[in-house]
């Protein structure tokens, strides 16, 4: 057993993928899933099925796990006790960063080195430019970096805390999700004029890409808790949120999405940063809600 070992547990999609890449990159994979029969086209290709949780482990000093939760993890781990002595595991389930940290206190309790794991990208993406986020010590990454690279080109190391991929990854949906909303509820107001999304989209794209240009300001303004308004202050964008709000209200659009962000900008006025950039909303989001 070398380091061109590698196991996989867990063949949905993503973990097929994973499977799918190492074998490309010349891996002796064994594979599990609790459904054999999704490991049947990996074996057509090369890969090792394994007959049982213990025996996959077994077969490889790296194992690389992807499964819905990390209960699920736990459901399949925890009777092996003893027998992860020695291994790193490597977990790209999605989860928290509580979650994180304590899988990695229960993995050193058994002897395994532990890294988390984030794959941002689809399936299709793993072995090409799949961006991937692992966490925990670097001595465990350094060891199966080559393994761990073939899943991606945007592989990247975050540090010791155990917690920081799954944090980067929740960011990342928070991220998603604003941009996509606010996508949505502008085709909405143009589609009440008859506009087609197609022909909104062009125009969206230049102003993600404008706000794109803003983050690296608003990232040093963060980071030094200072907030001038270069473009316009917060008061200025709250004026801008009530004309958002009355051309939904108009055109018979929902309107919850808007008043929602007035709301959270008007307490962030009211606590004192309305002549300040709109950077300063995040010490609003530093505080849990009232």
């Known amino acids: 057993m070398t380091r061109k070992h590698v196991t996989v547990l867990g063949l949905g999609l993503m973990g097929q993928a994973l499977a799918g890449a190492l074998l490309r990159d010349g891996y002796t994979?064994?594979?599990?899933?609790?459904?054999?029969?999704?490991?049947?086209?990996?074996?057509?290709?090369?890969?090792?099925?394994?007959?049982?949780?213990?025996?996959?482990?077994?077969?490889?000093?790296?194992?690389?796990?992807?499964?819905?939760?990390?209960?699920?993890v736990h459901e399949l781990l925890d009777p092996l006790d003893g027998e992860l002595d020695g291994r790193v595991l490597v977990n790209l389930t999605s989860g928290t960063s509580q979650g994180a940290r304590e899988t990695a206190e229960w993995a050193r309790q058994r002897g395994a080195a532990y890294l988390d794991g984030a794959i941002l990208a689809t399936p299709e993406a793993v072995g090409a430019d799949?961006?991937?986020?692992?966490s925990g010590p670097r001595t465990a990454f350094d060891r199966h970096e080559p393994?761990?690279?073939?899943?991606?080109?945007?592989?990247?190391?975050?540090?010791?805390?155990?917690?920081?991929?799954?944090?980067?990854?929740?960011?990342?949906?928070?991220?998603?999700?604003?941009?996509?909303?606010?996508?949505?509820?502008?085709?909405?107001?143009?589609g009440a004029a008859g506009v087609q999304a197609t022909a909104f989209t062009p125009i969206a794209n230049k102003g993600i890409e404008t706000v794109n240009g803003w983050?690296?300001?608003y990232a040093r303004q963060i980071d030094e808790g200072a907030y001038p308004a270069f473009d316009a202050t917060l008061d200025t964008h709250l004026a801008a949120?009530?004309?958002?709000?009355?051309?939904?209200?108009?055109?018979?659009?929902?309107?919850?999405?808007?008043?929602?962000?007035?709301?959270?900008?008007?307490?962030a006025a009211a606590a004192g940063h309305g002549g300040e950039g709109y950077a300063a909303m995040v010490e609003l989001f530093r505080k849990p809600a009232a």
């Open 130 to 134: 799949a961006v991937i986020l692992y």
């Open 147 to 190: 393994a761990l690279r073939a899943l991606g080109s945007g592989v990247t190391h975050l540090g010791t805390d155990h917690g920081l991929s799954s944090l980067y990854d929740v960011a990342m949906l928070s991220l998603m999700w604003n941009i996509l909303n606010g996508f949505l509820h502008g085709a909405a107001l143009l």
């Open 215 to 217: 983050l690296a300001a």
């Open 29 to 72: 994979t064994t594979v599990w899933n609790r459904t054999a029969a999704k490991a049947d086209d990996l074996v057509a290709r090369g890969a090792r099925p394994a007959g049982s949780v213990a025996e996959a482990v077994a077969a490889s000093p790296l194992v690389i796990i992807c499964l819905t939760d990390y209960a699920a």
């Open 241 to 267: 949120m009530e004309h958002l709000i009355h051309e939904s209200e108009h055109l018979g659009v929902n309107a919850e999405l808007p008043r929602f962000v007035k709301t959270l900008a008007d307490r």
